[in-house]
């Protein structure tokens, strides 16, 4: 944008920083670094124009401003400031917005028309288009509109051509329903899977370890008993539901250690639409994991990106128990048909088979039928043969596990360009006087002071060995302030204990490691967030490897996500993270600015 351009080249021909804008101004460093790199523009009428205006007239003497005025034409006031923007800046409008643009001219659809069929005022599409209004990605409008698009497409018989103005492969038997899905993914792009990553990754973070209230479940369980019956049969989306309260009931009341095999290419419905019931499947499967039962669960990953993220979210804190081992099937799913199976190894199971779409209408089985069981084990392990490891999980209950943890995760990726985000500085930029020091200040006791010195140690000499020759990227917030004890330093909090806290003498000195690595290293890259995140988890990505997500309080755990799927859309998020930050890749000079001017 003109506007940008201008500005960025005045500061830059006199060495302005952003904190002397700041100042001056009354703005913050990073609202003057958005406008700087055109991803903020004030509106008009703002009174940001006459804050950058008099910061920048306080900054420049007399004789400078009237040579800006004459190279740079640069305005005289606040008002003239506002035209040179108005009249210059070429408009900017999102993904969203371009993508409902692409489509209204291929369909040569006006506003009018689309606000008739989303009963909504023509205004509101105008905006959309225009890039004033950005929705959110459950906005129900929003699919609306995208099953509109469908229905159209289809209709028209312009399935493939539109496939191709989205920049997607041809896809074989599309139709309404897979299209609709495809235009909502390509309109809501990067920020749908940062969302829906960003939901995952904070439940993560917040999950704690949970004391089953067994006097809720003690109704259900004091109910339940094994069917005489050889085989019973129940119908639709509430008979499964029936069928697997009574399966996992008879697993939890058992005394001795089962071995369970799961798996469905079964829409998901049945399990989410119900809260109450989803609460109750989750409970149960909480306290059969508690009670040392072990699960063999096979995902089937080729789902809709909302299916797939519900079934992550809803096994997240089941996985971090430990005893799940977790596969996903590789060959593509029938588009025609889908199964179910939850079996107990040779004592009963739940299967059933459905045309897609019409699962309300099929018949679920509670067996008992021994020549059933040993067929449908059969048809699990023929599926085994053909699925990977989706994730591991890790338990860190000592400082040992978290050494131990570290070392193969480092040793496993020795080359691998690397991503990780988190909201903390890097403990592995500090060198070790100062870290020394803080632990001192902090009275940190001996057994925890030389943990973390030694896992410290560790971290520097594993990075410096990747860094010869692997590139690393760092994401991290750095606060325009704070008070002193605001600001906790980077570790494993594996016993609850208390924070350790910077003091903004100390703070400043990190930076200036973190400074002196950047200058040093041309493999090392820093991404400074726009605003914190991830307060007590990391997420760490081995390109084409894996994925861990480290949470650093108790309970301390971490989990490996392994599958290619799940790899390629954390390598998108954490591009679409990227690109709201300021990063050394594109602005190198105003990093260092950062890391060089903070808190003064």
């Known amino acids: 944008m003109a506007f940008s351009k201008h500005l960025n080249e005045i500061m830059n021909e006199f060495q302005i920083k952003n904190i002397d804008l700041a100042r001056e101004s009354g703005l913050s460093q990073s609202y003057i670094s958005k406008i700087r790199r055109g991803i903020s523009m004030p509106k008009d009428g703002s009174l940001v124009y006459e804050k950058l205006f008099r910061g920048l007239e306080a900054l420049l ?25 108005r009249k210059e800046s070429s408009k900017v409008i999102g993904h969203f917005s371009n993508c409902l643009n692409i489509l209204m001219n291929f369909f040569k659809i006006q506003n009018k028309s689309l606000a008739e069929v989303l009963n909504c005022d023509p205004s509101l599409i105008s905006k959309y288009r225009g890039g004033e209004r950005i929705p959110s990605m459950d906005n129900e409008m929003v699919i609306h509109m995208t099953h509109y698009f469908s229905f159209l497409a289809i209709s028209e018989g312009k399935g493939l051509a539109l496939c191709k103005v989205m920049g997607m492969e041809e896809i074989e038997h599309i139709n309404e329903k897979i299209l609709s899905e495809l235009i909502l993914k390509w309109m809501l792009q990067g920020e749908m899977d940062a969302l829906l990553m960003d939901k ?22 004091e109910s339940t008993s094994l069917p005489y019956q050889e085989v019973m049969k129940k119908q639709g989306k509430e008979g499964i539901r029936k069928q697997v309260l009574l399966f996992l009931s008879l697993i939890a009341k058992s005394e001795k250690t089962l071995e369970l095999k799961l798996f469905s290419d079964q829409s998901m419905d049945w399990m989410t639409e119900d809260p109450e019931f989803f609460n109750i499947w989750r409970t149960l499967m909480l306290t059969i994991l508690i009670c ?64 897609v779409g019409l699962e309300d209408e099929a018949d679920f089985y509670f067996t008992k039928d021994e020549g059933t069981l040993k067929r449908v084990e059969h048809v699990f392990d023929s599926l085994i043969e053909n699925s990977e490891e989706l994730l591991q999980t890790f338990s860190l209950r000592s400082y040992e596990d978290a050494f131990l943890f570290a070392d193969r995760m480092m040793d496993t990726n020795k080359d691998s360009t690397i991503y990780l985000i988190q909201q903390k500085l890097p403990l592995w930029t500090m060198n070790e006087n100062l870290l020394i020091k803080i632990l001192e200040e902090n009275q940190v006791g001996i057994r925890r002071k030389e943990f973390i010195l030694e896992y410290a140690q560790f971290l520097r000499e594993s990075y410096d060995s990747l860094l010869e020759n692997n590139e690393y990227y760092e994401y991290f917030y750095i606060p325009e302030k704070f008070e002193e004890k605001k600001y906790i330093l980077d570790g494993m909090n594996i016993f609850g204990e208390e924070p350790i806290y910077y003091t903004i003498e100390d703070f400043k000195a990190h930076l200036k490691d973190i400074r002196n ?44 996500y392994q599958s290619e799927l799940i790899l390629q859309k954390c390598q998108s998020y954490m591009m679409y993270k990227l690109k709201d930050t300021i990063n050394s890749i594109d602005h190198y000079d105003e990093v260092l600015s950062v890391l060089e001017d903070w808190g003064e």
């Open 200 to 221: 995952i990754f904070n439940m993560m973070e917040n999950y704690q370890e949970t004391c089953v209230d067994y006097s809720k479940l003690s109704k259900i369980l």
């Open 517 to 560: 690595i950047l200058r040093e290293s041309k493999n090392y890259h820093i991404a400074i967030l726009e605003e914190p995140m991830f307060s007590e988890m990391k997420l760490l990505q081995f390109k084409d490897k894996n994925i861990f997500a480290i949470k650093t309080k108790p309970p301390t755990s971490a989990i490996s």
């Open 292 to 355: 040392g039962h072990r699960v063999q669960i096979i995902h089937n990953i080729l789902r809709t990106d909302r299916e797939l993220y519900a079934a992550l979210e809803g096994w997240l804190p089941l996985h971090l128990s430990g005893n799940i081992e977790s596969y996903y099937y590789k060959l593509p799913a029938s588009d025609l048909f889908s199964n179910t199976l939850f079996i107990n190894c040779g004592e009963f199971a739940v299967v059933g088979n459905s045309v």
């Open 61 to 85: 003497n007399e004789t400078q401003r009237e040579g800006l005025k004459e190279k740079f034409e640069f305005p005289s006031d606040r008002k003239s400031l506002q035209a040179l923007f």
